[in-house]
């Protein structure tokens, strides 16, 4: 099965709100964990990062947040804005210099 | 920031033909390289990952004669779909690890549509 995996297939926010999108994995020793944006048709864009030794970072308008103790990830979007709309993935790399393992997404949309 | 190369990004070929498609690093050397099928409305699954002059490492449930791998370089990798079927129509997407910052990189995809 998964070893990551989102909550909700879908989210919709007015411009200008905040965006929630979480996610859960399974594999405790898990040491990195990235968010990628993934609009139609192109490869995934990294969003930002956290490692295990953190558990929360923050960029532009976007933050991580990681719960090790219930192994929950979270990206918060500020002010989203339309050309936020993509699908969210979360993933997981369990060992250094391993691929890494995908959730299923989310799909965020965002209207005017 | 580091690029990654994917070429084609749009193939449309008949049942039975092979296809190969191109992943090169153009601005770093890269370690290892990965391979993904990302089927509509899906996540993106791992096929195989290759590291220069070895062979690939397969996903189970990925055929290692269906999906040939070559990664001849430090900043080459290629996928060849031998004899496509419409079942192996998807989007295909490489991944790319720098060798001195470790960071993966993605390229853009490649949809494959096999008639």
């Known amino acids: ?112 | 920031g580091a690029v990654v190369s994917q070429h084609p990004s749009r193939v449309i070929c008949k049942s039975g033909t092979s296809v190969k498609i191109e992943c090169r690093s153009l601005d770093f050397q890269a370690t290892t390289m990965f391979w993904y099928r990302q089927f509509p409305k899906q996540s993106l699954m791992l096929m195989a990952t290759s590291n220069e002059g070895s062979k690939a490492t397969y996903e189970q449930g990925v055929e290692k004669d269906k999906f040939l791998i070559n990664h001849a370089s430090l900043t080459l990798s290629t996928l060849t779909v031998t004899s496509a079927h419409p079942e192996d129509s998807s989007f295909y997407i490489c991944s790319v690890r720098d060798r001195e910052s470790e960071k993966l990189f993605f390229g853009s995809g490649t949809q494959l549509s096999v008639l």
Request: charge should be neutral.
């Open chain 1, 1 to 112: 099965g998964e070893s990551v995996g989102l909550h909700l297939p879908t989210l919709s926010v007015q411009e200008g709100d905040n965006s929630i999108i979480n996610c859960a994995y399974s594999n405790s020793a898990s040491d990195y964990f990235i968010w990628y944006k993934q609009e139609s048709g192109k490869g995934p864009q990294f969003i930002i990062d956290i490692r295990s030794n953190m558990d929360k970072r923050q960029g532009q308008r976007v933050t991580v947040l990681l719960n090790k103790t219930v192994k929950h990830l979270s990206l918060q979007i500020a002010a989203t804005q339309p050309g936020d709309s993509a699908v969210y993935f979360c993933a997981e790399n369990i060992h250094p210099g391993t691929a890494l393992i995908f959730g299923k997404g989310t799909t965020l949309s965002v209207s005017s």
